[in-house]
């Protein structure tokens, strides 16, 4: 009875904890368009607002694992929400984009404290038989409470302020806190082990660089000298981390984990799949309200049946792993978001959303929520547990090294996808030369390209029109790529994912 009751508290600590930086990169989202028109802020602006964010996250979450496994996962479990709070708080009172890039930035730090950690206290107190279920329970509660919100975050968008999405993390923060003191700490048996700062340290700067390079090439293009210069110092970068890990004795990602089959085919797998993702989750917000007129509550809204199909379908997914194994439903999974993101590529501008991308989102969401608890499941049972926080970090840094990517090249196809087909639309409206070098220097705004005041209307509604069907073949592009990356997913999981029950250290 004892060790239920403490389970339960495990449970509501780590699902809870986990739903802080979840919430937000759902929420966040919604916000994008607001912060672009409310803080005077370009698409490369919202765009560092997440990948700042993700930086961080993909980066430190891997020292963060081996810091929960050597000094108690429970203390730094704590750590982590303690500083997401502090910088929840810090986004909210931003006063410019520059500031809420930062404060995003900084929050970044927290979420990779917190996510290892929960998934590794969870893990950890489970036996084997247990364990797929606890994960699939995990993954489904924390799909229902981030349910919430890009509902309640539109709401209070469209209402209030954007700032106040960020201040939703206090009270679910409060809950984590009181609920951590009822767990026991669960420590691993290595925990004399030097962290890797150095490599740490150079992961950041190599992803930081290569990042920065792809985002900013949006004004700067990709032949400029400062944009080549940035990716070979980041190539070198990560070349040096990779020499690094293979030579000194306590590397943060250790090498020899991806002699594993089972365990380097999770994580190529979780790469693509969340590539397809991210990149996908970032446009849409920008197509339903700049092109489609939805307000932030409807396209909160619109995320529904996705978090819910979720919730509803990991749970199940998870005991389908403890009876028959991962590689079924990481083959079929991957395959229907596949279809999915294609289903998104075919509404233009206008429609009623149940007919538009209801099927889309139905149908990422059936394909999201069949996969998520067995490539979770698959990556946490690769391992032993003495390194299973070290397991979910580096699986958590390879999801946000994906999205991290993701979004900055995809980013850059957007852009110019956008360019070339607006120059084609541009061409046709009769406009002096002064309001098209005014509409020009706006295109890197996208669909929030502003007309100046004062342009006759019949040329204005032409010059609008011109804006979205040039983002919203941007759009059916990046969905497209999407669709591939997550085909990909699946046959990675075909040739490298077991299907033995229990396969764990293949």
């Known amino acids: 009875m004892e060790s239920r009751n403490r389970n339960r508290w495990v449970l509501l600590a780590t699902i809870l904890g986990s739903s802080l930086p979840f919430i937000d990169a759902t929420v966040v989202n919604i916000a994008l368009p607001a912060l ?5 802020a370009n698409v490369t602006d919202v765009q560092w607002v997440i990948e700042g964010y993700a930086l961080m996250l993909a980066s430190l979450i891997l020292v963060s694992g081996s810091l929960g496994d050597s000094y108690g996962r429970k203390r730094v479990f704590i750590i982590g929400v303690i500083l997401f709070t502090v910088t929840s708080l810090w986004c909210g009172l931003a006063r410019s984009i520059e500031e809420l890039i930062i404060a995003r930035t900084c929050q970044g730090i927290g979420g990779a404290l917190i996510i290892p950690s929960s998934l590794a206290i969870l893990s950890s107190s ?3 038989d247990e364990r797929g279920k606890a994960i699939g329970t995990w993954s489904s509660f924390t799909a229902m409470t981030a349910a919430l919100g890009p509902l309640l975050g539109g709401w209070l968008i469209e209402n209030y302020s954007w700032r106040l999405i960020f201040f939703i993390n206090l009270p679910i923060a409060a809950i984590v806190l009181y609920s951590t003191t009822k767990i026991s700490e669960n420590r691993s048996k290595d925990q004399t082990q030097k962290l890797d700062w150095v490599g740490a340290t150079l992961v950041t700067l190599g992803l930081g660089a290569i990042v920065y390079g792809l985002v900013e090439s949006a004004q700067l293009g990709l032949g400029s000298i400062e944009v080549i210069t940035l990716e070979l110092t980041g190539v070198l970068l990560i070349g040096i981390f ?3 890990e293979s030579k000194i004795k306590n590397p943060m990602m250790p090498l020899k984990l991806f002699k ?6 999770s994580n190529v797998l979780t790469f693509f799949l969340y590539a397809a993702l991210s990149g996908a989750l970032f446009f849409f917000p920008f197509n339903l309200i700049q092109l489609q ?6 396209a909160g809204a619109a995320f529904l049946p996705f978090v819910i199909l979720i919730s509803l379908l990991s749970r199940w997914a998870g005991g389908l792993v403890d009876r028959y194994g991962a590689k079924l439903p990481l083959i079929i999974g991957p395959l229907i978001v596949s279809a999915g993101y294609l289903l998104y590529a075919l509404p ?3 429609g009623s959303y149940w007919e538009t991308f209801f099927p889309a989102i139905v149908t990422v969401g059936i394909g999201m929520g069949i996969s998520v608890a067995p490539l979770t499941t698959s990556v946490m049972s690769s391992v032993s547990q003495d390194h299973s926080g070290l397991a979910s970090g580096i699986n958590n840094a390879v999801a946000r090294t994906a999205g991290l990517l993701a979004i900055a090249v995809m980013g850059i196809i957007v852009l110019h996808d956008f360019n070339l087909n607006l ?3 541009l061409d046709r409206i009769n406009m002096s030369t002064e309001l098209r070098e005014q509409i020009d220097s706006e295109r890197i705004n996208l669909a929030g390209i502003k007309i100046p005041e004062g342009v006759e209307m019949v040329t204005a509604g032409k010059i609008q029109n011109a804006i979205k069907i040039s983002f919203l073949s941007a759009f059916r592009l990046v969905m497209i790529i999407s ?4 085909l990909a997913s699946s046959f990675t999981a075909l040739l490298s994912i077991s299907g033995k029950k229990k396969s764990l250290n293949e």
């Open 36 to 40: 672009q028109a409310n803080l005077g």
């Open 483 to 486: 669709a591939l990356l997550a």
């Open 242 to 244: 990779l020499l690094v």
């Open 260 to 265: 594993s089959k089972m365990f380097s085919g």
């Open 423 to 425: 120059d084609i639309e």
């Open 126 to 128: 489970f036996s084997d």
């Open 348 to 350: 233009g501008i206008g």
């Open 293 to 298: 007129g939805y307000t932030a509550t409807e």
